[in-house]
Every structure is written in C-alpha cells, then in structure tokens.
C-alpha cells in the first residue's frame, strides 16, 4: 500500500489567550490516503480550520505527530515549511485571497514564479489550467471584475496549478451561491481525478457534504464520524 498523504497522530491544539486556554482540538488520528476527496464538516468553532492550518503547517500543534508526505510537520523549522508550503501544499480560502493587483493568469502565474518556474512555462501552464476551470478569455481580468465564483476558480487553479501532493480548501464554498457551490465542489472533483491530488476541504454546507467521498464529522475539537462512501 502507499504510504497516506496525511497522517495525524494524537494531535491536540490548545489556543492560549490572556491566560485563557481554548481546546481546539483533542486526541485527533486520521490518515489520508493518496487521491482522497475528505470533507470536514461540523458546526462553527468544532476546529475544521485549526485542523486544516495544522495540517498544511501554518500553526503548531499542542502536542501530537502530523505527516504530510513522509514529512513531519511539527517538526520541520520555518523555512522547511515554508518550503513544503510552497511546493506540495495549495490552499484554497473562504475569501479567495487573490492578490486585488494582479489580473488573472498573473495571480496563477505568482506562486510557479516563487517557485523559480520559467516564465514561457509559467504563461503556458497558467493559461491551461485556467482554460480547465473554465475562465478562457478573462485570463486577464482583475479579481474585482470577477464573480465570486470565477474569483474561487481562479484560487483552485492557483492551488492546483504545480500539481501539489495535497490541496487544502477551508470552507471555500462560504460565500458561494448553492449552484455556484455545486459548480465549483464538481471543480474540486474534477481536479482531484485528473490530476491526481489529495483533497481535504471543510464546509458546514449540507450540499457540498453530499459530494464529498468520505464525511469526516468534528465537534467540540473532535473526530464523532469518520465515513466513507464509493
Ligand atoms: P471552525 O473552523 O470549525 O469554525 P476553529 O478551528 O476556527 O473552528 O475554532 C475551534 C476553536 O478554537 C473555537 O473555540 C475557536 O474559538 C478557537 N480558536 C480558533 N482560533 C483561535 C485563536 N487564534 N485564538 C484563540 N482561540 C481560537
Ligand atoms: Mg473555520
């Protein structure tokens, strides 16, 4: 069997804030395998998002072992996550988070230049995938002349743009209509058969729940329901 993409072990999350301690997350195991399609769903403030920063290395754990790719996350020093971060992660937000400045394909094109992509490579693969979302022809609009959900195509081709192992999406269906929502989780579904990567996203979204795989249910920090549907 290959090796899972993530594997959490007793990962625990405490948020410590003028001397009180919020437990974010508790005794939390899972694996993802390779190619999975995972949702997290429960309810506001049951550690959907603690989880995901945890998982793509953008906090701490408490205590608890977190591998991402035969890595150790809660080991690696800053500028070995920031490198795993650039190279094997994409993340998808609620907010888009497009840089409001540049158009498009040059928002696609910003991260393969981070990671020292030549320029006649970077315009080529930015203009493929944005044509596989379906944005052809407004490669170079700005996010605000952009819908919301072509705002959210444009973040998943960042995302998925140099084929990272794993793509990690925080509810970012939230400020999506329920079509526009069913579109773009069809979007992720699409990406992850094709080209292979590993999705876990969250949403407290019934609809985009239905789509998902496997239903990975938190409350209270967490895991209640761990299920898998083919
Ligand atoms: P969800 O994404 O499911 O809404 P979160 O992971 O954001 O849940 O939050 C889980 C718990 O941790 C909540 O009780 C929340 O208030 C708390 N929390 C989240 N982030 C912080 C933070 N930076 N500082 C203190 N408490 C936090
Ligand atoms: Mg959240």
């Known amino acids: 069997?290959?090796?899972?993409?993530?594997?959490?072990?007793?990962?625990s999350k405490v948020y410590r804030q003028n001397a009180?301690?919020?437990?974010?997350?508790?005794?939390?195991?899972?694996?993802?395998?390779?190619?999975d399609f995972a949702c997290l769903s429960g309810p506001s403030g049951s550690g959907k998002s603690?989880?995901?920063?945890?998982?793509?290395?953008?906090d701490r754990p408490t205590s608890g072992e977190i591998t991402v790719d035969g890595k150790r996350v809660d080991l690696l020093g800053k500028?070995?996550?920031?490198?795993?971060?650039?190279?094997?992660?994409?993340?998808?937000?609620?907010?888009?988070?497009?840089?409001?400045?540049?158009?498009?394909?040059?928002?696609?094109?910003?991260?393969?230049?981070?990671?020292?992509?030549a320029a006649a490579e970077r315009a080529a693969k930015a203009r493929a995938i944005l044509k596989e979302v379906g944005l052809d022809g407004l490669e170079h609009r700005r996010p605000g002349e952009l819908s919301g959900?072509?705002?959210?195509?444009?973040?998943?081709?960042?995302?998925?743009?140099s084929?990272?192992?794993?793509?990690?999406?925080?509810?970012?269906?939230?400020?999506?209509d329920s079509k526009t929502a069913g579109n773009l989780i069809q979007l992720l579904q699409h990406m992850n058969q094709e080209h292979g990567v590993t999705f876990i996203?969250?949403?407290?979204?019934?609809?985009?729940?239905?789509?998902s795989r496997r239903l990975i249910t938190l409350r209270d920090g967490r895991?209640?329901?761990d299920v898998r549907r083919e």
């Open 163 to 176: 084929e990272p192992s794993l793509v990690l999406a925080d509810e970012p269906t939230a400020n999506l």
């Open 223 to 225: 895991v209640v329901d």
């Open 20 to 35: 009180v301690a919020v437990q974010a997350l508790t005794e939390i195991n899972l694996d993802v395998p390779k190619k």
């Open 79 to 117: 500028s070995e996550l920031a490198a795993l971060r650039l190279h094997r992660i994409g993340f998808v937000f609620q907010a888009y988070n497009l840089i409001p400045v540049l158009t498009a394909i040059e928002n696609v094109e910003f991260v393969m230049q981070l990671q020292g992509v």
């Open 50 to 58: 603690t989880l995901l920063n945890l998982i793509g290395g953008l």
């Open 1 to 11: 069997m290959t090796e899972p993409t993530v594997v959490l072990r007793n990962v």
């Open 149 to 161: 959900g072509q705002q959210q195509r444009v973040a998943v081709a960042r995302a998925i743009v």
């Open 201 to 211: 996203f969250s949403t407290h979204d019934k609809l985009v729940m239905d789509f």
